[in-house]
């Protein structure tokens, strides 16, 4: 009989998709469950490709100090005692830890629960003020809590649904595949969405305003005056259940269409009928995401959302409702334990009373009593040297912190720092005193909470590899160490959630939304078994769905708040000399610092190196040239980039992915080029705005570097790294004093200098191929002219043979086998599909998206790819001429 598939749940978006995972003959399987609420057995392509990413290559196994193998116990006791020695001579304000909404509720719970009851500060803070901490301050100014009122299920029963600042085609894949089958069987609902990108997300648009880059307070303001003009109001609602309409009515009264059109750079008549149909449709669900939250007035544009739903009273109705749409799979985990700086715990903030009786309930020998540094903040401190000991937990500050430079330094000189993560090398670890080797997803135990506040099972299906630990045993550990026994002798993390959900109802009586106490009392077992619900539970098993469903809000009064906002542009504005402003954000197929992603080959098919997009007349206007190399600068640093076409960016914006970083490109690091600017209130840095000039790199040679084993060390200008089927691909560029001797030869290629080769200094071009008892080894191109390159394809091919053909080793250092025919870009990554291929089946007759999955697979499995599918559709349907 087979054993019966592990049901888990995906690490990556806050979608939280159920997943099941069972052993196949040749390894792993992973596939959608079809019995979780979240996803009903979709994936997207990063959750498809998880079984590739289990392997313990690069994994951190072993305890290290210094660089040198420990045994676990040596590098306990260390951090302890340092942790110790320096609070006991700088007081507990000179520690900190810096965590992440990756890490399971159990780890998070104890984490925080160290630092503010134990340590006795409040100076634990969280990757998610990167992500989520302007919507927790809008949803507290607006509904008293930190409360998303609305569920998955809105986005289908909604009639306009309206994404703003969300690329979620490829950030919430499974949810806008949700959206987008709901739109197909029901021909009244509209998609608004506002992005100044025209993005994958657009694609099932009825209408996209690209509006310039961060005035949407301007735009919602607008739409809030239209409401009240046009008799969009709900008045009745307003009067029983919200306070501040008046002042903030008042605020909006004269803002005219055209105002709002000139501020957001849109045409009006694509306001106007934003306007009509969000004042037309009661069932409206706005989702939104990093385009608001990142930005230097983030927590405003929160609210200047929240101001039109309250004012229609659309908030926690079925299919309407605002939706602030988390990032991390534990997003909001993190929020309910409390692990940002600024809360206590269990939506509890620091006030005398709260102080009092989380004191009491963990029996706290020293609590924090006032809110620690947020996370700017604290890397600042870090570099002053006021912090002196740093723990960072699942996060790489080093890559994704705005001004990275300057949290490299901080890294750097910081006293004492310990890293747990489950990767050895990663920018921010290769500054560790202490590396502490994490168990990863697939090891570990726990619960995480997606968007619509559904708490679902972690459950391990692997044993622990090496000495790997969980986060929680680790926390712990260094806690009793610390001196704290008794108060972290758990043994499991059922005993951590049990005590999380006591603490949520402590005392609470209604006060808190926020309340898991019918799961207090769940035991080993039943924690086991618990199955996806959304908080707050009526009883274990059943949750609810929506909330605010009565117009009741956790205020002293009552009742919401909307405010008056005053808009305010970007903190940096493009100049002569910067010229352009930098977008920054995710790609498809990449998680973040690619320290997972980055296992898979095939989620390189899609982007497989660091990009900057741009339009093509900007491109035209500044000299620069598809595919060729760009530096991107300003005053704080630089990235080198490959450039981009794109009709789909905004004249006069750029896009860069946020994912590279040193392992993977010689200088791709763009959090290096965005300044420490944070909204006053929630503390987010603002990373879609920042002034950027681009300038063409014109390298003295291109090339390529495919090779069986990764050389790692490569020092020339531009290098990208990309894993392959069955090698790494490196692309390369460099100045006239790169060009590599013997030397660097020997090392990019592997062995001695037995090797096939081409060497014509003439025409500035070397070709080797290094072939070991007729398998391919390495294979190296450098050319003058990049036009001289032949396509990568076939050559990668050739890794997969045990033994080169005859023809196949006539061809190496051509690059081609002669009659070889390549697929171009792959855009369906689970079939392998290449845009060739689609392009091909497209002029064979195939007129649909359903068409190609027939013809070629193509876009039938994670179905990530349909808006990529729909684009080729709709370009073929263009004639040439009328193309950009
Ligand atoms: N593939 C993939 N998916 C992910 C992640 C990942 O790394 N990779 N990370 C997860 C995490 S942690 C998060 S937080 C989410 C983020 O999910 P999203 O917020 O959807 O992703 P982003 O790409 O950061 O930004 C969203 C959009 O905001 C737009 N934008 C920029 N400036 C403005 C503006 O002024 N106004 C408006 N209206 N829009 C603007 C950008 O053009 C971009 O398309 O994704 C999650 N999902
Ligand atoms: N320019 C720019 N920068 C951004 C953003 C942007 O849009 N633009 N977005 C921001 C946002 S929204 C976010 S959420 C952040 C994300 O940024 P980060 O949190 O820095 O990115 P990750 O690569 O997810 O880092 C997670 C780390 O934890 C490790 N890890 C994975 N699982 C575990 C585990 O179980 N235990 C432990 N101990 N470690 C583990 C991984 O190997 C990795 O090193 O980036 C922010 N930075
Ligand atoms: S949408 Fe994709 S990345 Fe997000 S949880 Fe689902 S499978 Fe994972
Ligand atoms: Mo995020």
């Given at each position: 009989?087979?054993?019966?598939?592990?049901?888990?749940?995906?690490?990556?978006?806050?979608?939280?998709?159920?997943?099941?995972?069972?052993?196949?003959?040749?390894?792993?399987?992973?596939?959608?469950?079809?019995?979780?609420?979240?996803?009903?057995?979709?994936?997207?392509?990063?959750?498809?490709?998880?079984?590739?990413?289990?392997?313990?290559?690069?994994?951190?196994?072993?305890?290290?100090?210094?660089?040198?193998?420990?045994?676990?116990?040596?590098?306990?006791?260390?951090?302890?005692?340092?942790?110790?020695?320096?609070?006991?001579?700088?007081?507990?304000?000179?520690?900190?830890?810096?965590?992440?909404?990756?890490?399971?509720?159990?780890?998070?719970?104890?984490?925080?629960?160290?630092?503010?009851?134990?340590?006795?500060?409040?100076?634990?803070?969280?990757?998610?003020?990167?992500?989520?901490?302007?919507?927790?301050?809008?949803?507290?100014?607006?509904?008293?809590?930190?409360?998303?009122?609305?569920?998955?299920?809105?986005?289908?029963?909604?009639?306009?649904?309206?994404?703003?600042?969300?690329?979620?085609?490829?950030?919430?894949?499974?949810?806008?595949?949700?959206?987008?089958?709901?739109?197909?069987?029901?021909?009244?609902?509209?998609?608004?969405?506002?992005?100044?990108?025209?993005?994958?997300?657009?694609?099932?648009?009825?209408?996209?305003?690209?509006?310039?880059?961060?005035?949407?307070?301007?735009?919602?303001?607008?739409?809030?005056?239209?409401?009240?003009?046009?008799?969009?109001?709900?008045?009745?609602?307003?009067?029983?259940?919200?306070?501040?309409?008046?002042?903030?009515?008042?605020?909006?009264?004269?803002?005219?269409?055209?105002?709002?059109?000139?501020?957001?750079?849109?045409?009006?008549?694509?306001?106007?009928?934003?306007?009509?149909?969000?004042?037309?449709?009661?069932?409206?669900?706005?989702?939104?995401?990093?385009?608001?939250?990142?930005?230097?007035?983030?927590?405003?544009?929160?609210?200047?959302?929240?101001?039109?739903?309250?004012?229609?009273?659309?908030?926690?109705?079925?299919?309407?409702?605002?939706?602030?749409?988390?990032?991390?799979?534990?997003?909001?985990?993190?929020?309910?334990?409390?692990?940002?700086?600024?809360?206590?715990?269990?939506?509890?903030?620091?006030?005398?009373?709260?102080?009092?009786?989380?004191?009491?309930?963990?029996?706290?020998?020293?609590?924090?009593?006032?809110?620690?540094?947020?996370?700017?903040?604290?890397?600042?401190?870090?570099?002053?040297?006021?912090?002196?000991?740093?723990?960072?937990?699942?996060?790489?500050?080093?890559?994704?912190?705005?001004?990275?430079?300057?949290?490299?330094?901080?890294?750097?000189?910081?006293?004492f720092l310990v890293v747990s993560d489950v990767t050895a090398r990663t920018d921010t670890a290769r500054h560790?005193?202490?590396?502490?080797?994490?168990?990863?997803?697939?090891?570990?135990?726990?619960?995480?909470?997606?968007?619509?506040?559904?708490?679902?099972?972690?459950?391990?299906?692997?044993?622990?590899?090496?000495?790997?630990?969980?986060?929680?045993?680790?926390?712990?550990?260094?806690?009793?160490?610390?001196?704290?026994?008794?108060?972290?002798?758990?043994?499991?993390?059922?005993?951590?959630?049990?005590?999380?959900?006591?603490?949520?109802?402590?005392?609470?009586?209604?006060?808190?939304?926020?309340?898991?106490?019918?799961?207090?009392?769940?035991?080993?077992?039943?924690?086991?078994?618990?199955?996806?619900?959304?908080?707050?539970?009526?009883?274990?098993?059943?949750?609810?769905?929506?909330?605010?469903?009565?117009?009741?809000?956790?205020?002293?009064?009552?009742?919401?708040?909307?405010?008056?906002?005053?808009?305010?542009?970007?903190?940096?504005?493009?100049?002569?000399?910067?010229?352009?402003?930098?977008?920054?954000?995710?790609?498809?197929?990449?998680?973040?610092?690619?320290?997972?992603?980055?296992?898979?080959?095939?989620?390189?098919?899609?982007?497989?190196?660091?990009?900057?997009?741009?339009?093509?007349?900007?491109?035209?206007?500044?000299?620069?040239?598809?595919?060729?190399?760009?530096?991107?600068?300003?005053?704080?640093?630089?990235?080198?980039?490959?450039?981009?076409?794109?009709?789909?960016?905004?004249?006069?914006?750029?896009?860069?992915?946020?994912?590279?970083?040193?392992?993977?490109?010689?200088?791709?690091?763009?959090?290096?080029?965005?300044?420490?600017?944070?909204?006053?209130?929630?503390?987010?840095?603002?990373?879609?705005?920042?002034?950027?000039?681009?300038?063409?790199?014109?390298?003295?040679?291109?090339?390529?570097?495919?090779?069986?084993?990764?050389?790692?060390?490569?020092?020339?200008?531009?290098?990208?790294?990309?894993?392959?089927?069955?090698?790494?691909?490196?692309?390369?560029?460099?100045?006239?004093?790169?060009?590599?001797?013997?030397?660097?030869?020997?090392?990019?290629?592997?062995?001695?200098?037995?090797?096939?080769?081409?060497?014509?200094?003439?025409?500035?071009?070397?070709?080797?191929?290094?072939?070991?008892?007729?398998?391919?080894?390495?294979?190296?191109?450098?050319e003058r002219q990049a036009a001289a390159l032949p396509r990568r394809q076939w050559l990668e091919s050739l890794?997969?043979?045990?033994?080169?053909?005859?023809?196949?080793?006539?061809?190496?250092?051509?690059?081609?086998?002669?009659?070889?025919?390549?697929?171009?870009?792959?855009?369906?990554?689970?079939?392998?599909?290449?845009?060739?291929?689609?392009?091909?089946?497209?002029?064979?007759?195939?007129?649909?998206?359903?068409?190609?999955?027939?013809?070629?697979?193509?876009?039938?499995?994670?179905?990530?790819?349909?808006?990529?599918?729909?684009?080729?559709?709709?370009?073929?349907?263009?004639?040439?001429?009328?193309?950009?």
């Open positions: 009989m087979k054993p019966s598939p592990i049901r888990t749940t995906c690490p990556y978006c806050g979608v939280g998709c159920g997943i099941l995972v069972s052993r196949e003959a040749n390894g792993w399987s992973v596939r959608g469950d079809p019995e979780h609420p979240a996803n009903r057995g979709r994936l997207c392509s990063k959750g498809a490709a998880l079984a590739e990413t289990l392997d313990l290559d690069s994994r951190l196994l072993h305890p290290q100090i210094e660089g040198r193998r420990v045994a676990w116990h040596s590098a306990l006791d260390t951090v302890a005692r340092r942790f110790r020695e320096i609070i006991a001579e700088h007081g507990p304000q000179a520690v900190a830890f810096y965590v992440s909404g990756q890490l399971l509720t159990e780890d998070y719970y104890v984490a925080n629960k160290l630092m503010k009851g134990f340590i006795g500060s409040a100076n634990i803070d969280t990757n998610s003020r990167l992500c989520m901490s302007s919507a927790v301050a809008g949803h507290k100014r607006a509904f008293g809590e930190d409360v998303v009122p609305a569920c998955y299920e809105d986005v289908e029963l909604a009639d306009l649904v309206v994404l703003v600042g969300s690329n979620a085609a490829w950030t919430h894949p499974v949810l806008y595949q949700r959206l987008a089958a709901t739109k197909q069987a029901r021909a009244q609902m509209r998609v608004v969405v506002i992005d100044p990108r025209r993005t994958a997300t657009a694609e099932l648009a009825d209408l996209h305003l690209p509006l310039a880059p961060g005035t949407d307070a301007w735009l919602f303001n607008g739409l809030l005056a239209h409401l009240r003009r046009a008799g969009g109001l709900d008045w009745g609602y307003l009067q029983t259940h919200v306070e501040g309409f008046g002042e903030t009515l008042a605020a909006v009264e004269r803002l005219t269409l055209s105002e709002v059109a000139a501020a957001c750079e849109l045409p009006e008549a694509d306001v106007a009928t934003f306007y009509r149909w969000f004042a037309q449709t009661t069932r409206s669900v706005t989702l939104f995401s990093q385009g608001i939250n990142q930005s230097s007035s983030g927590v405003d544009k929160v609210n200047s959302i929240l101001n039109v739903h309250l004012a229609t009273g659309r908030v926690g109705q079925p299919g309407a409702s605002p939706f602030s749409l988390t990032g991390q799979p534990n997003a909001m985990g993190g929020r309910e334990v409390g692990g940002l700086a600024n809360q206590l715990a269990a939506h509890m903030d620091f006030t005398p009373e709260t102080i009092e009786r989380v004191r009491r309930f963990w029996r706290a020998p020293s609590m924090a009593t006032a809110p620690g540094l947020k996370t700017v903040e604290l890397f600042e401190a870090v570099r002053a040297g006021d912090i002196r000991a740093l723990w960072v937990i699942a996060t790489n500050p080093a890559v994704s912190l705005p001004q990275v430079d300057h949290v490299v330094e901080a890294l750097r000189r910081c006293e560790a005193h202490v590396l502490l080797p994490a168990a990863a997803w697939g090891e570990k135990d726990g619960t995480v909470t997606n968007s619509e506040r559904r708490i679902s099972r972690q459950r391990a299906f692997l044993s622990l590899p090496g000495e790997a630990r969980p986060d929680w045993w680790i926390v712990c550990e260094v806690a009793r160490r610390m001196g704290f026994s008794s108060d972290f002798a758990y043994r499991s993390p059922a005993e951590i959630f049990r005590e999380h959900a006591r603490l949520s109802s402590l005392e609470n009586g209604g006060t808190r939304l926020f309340d898991l106490g019918p799961l207090a009392s769940l035991d080993d077992v039943a924690y086991d078994r618990l199955e996806p619900l959304q908080w707050p539970p009526t009883s274990r098993s059943v949750g609810t769905a929506r909330l605010f469903t009565d117009g009741r809000y956790p205020t002293p009064t009552g009742k919401a708040r909307m405010l008056p906002i005053q808009p305010r542009p970007p903190a940096r504005r493009a100049d002569t000399a910067h010229p352009f402003v930098l977008n920054t954000g995710r790609i498809r197929d990449q998680w973040h610092t690619m320290t997972r992603t980055g296992k898979a080959a095939r989620l390189f098919a899609h982007i497989g190196e660091p990009c900057v997009e741009m339009h093509p007349r900007d491109l035209a206007e500044h000299g620069l040239r598809p595919g060729g190399l760009a530096r991107v600068y300003n005053t704080q640093g630089e990235a080198l980039v490959r450039v981009m076409e794109s009709a789909a960016q905004r004249p006069g914006s750029v896009f860069v992915p946020m994912h590279w970083n040193d392992q993977y490109t010689a200088r791709g690091r763009v959090g290096a080029l965005i300044g420490a600017i944070t909204d006053p209130i929630s503390g987010q840095p603002e990373f879609k705005h920042a002034p950027v000039a681009v300038l063409a790199y014109a390298a003295d040679w291109q090339g390529f570097l495919l090779t069986r084993h990764d050389p790692q060390a490569i020092c020339v200008d531009y290098w990208a790294r990309v894993r392959g089927q069955d090698c790494w691909r490196y692309e390369l560029a460099g100045s006239l004093a790169q060009w590599p001797a013997e030397e660097t030869l020997r090392l990019w290629l592997g062995g001695g200098r037995e090797r096939i080769e081409l060497r014509d200094p003439a025409a500035g071009r070397y070709r080797a191929a290094r072939v070991e008892t007729g398998r391919l080894q390495a294979v190296l191109f450098l890794f997969a043979r045990e033994r080169l053909g005859e023809d196949e080793r006539a061809g190496l250092l051509l690059g081609h086998p002669g009659r070889a025919q390549d697929s171009g870009g792959i855009i369906c990554v689970c079939h392998g599909v290449g845009e060739r291929a689609i392009v091909a089946a497209i002029e064979g007759g195939a007129r649909s998206v359903e068409a190609l999955g027939l013809a070629l697979k193509a876009g039938t499995c994670c179905g990530s790819c349909i808006p990529e599918l729909r684009a080729l559709l709709t370009r073929a349907r263009v004639p040439e001429t009328t193309a950009a």
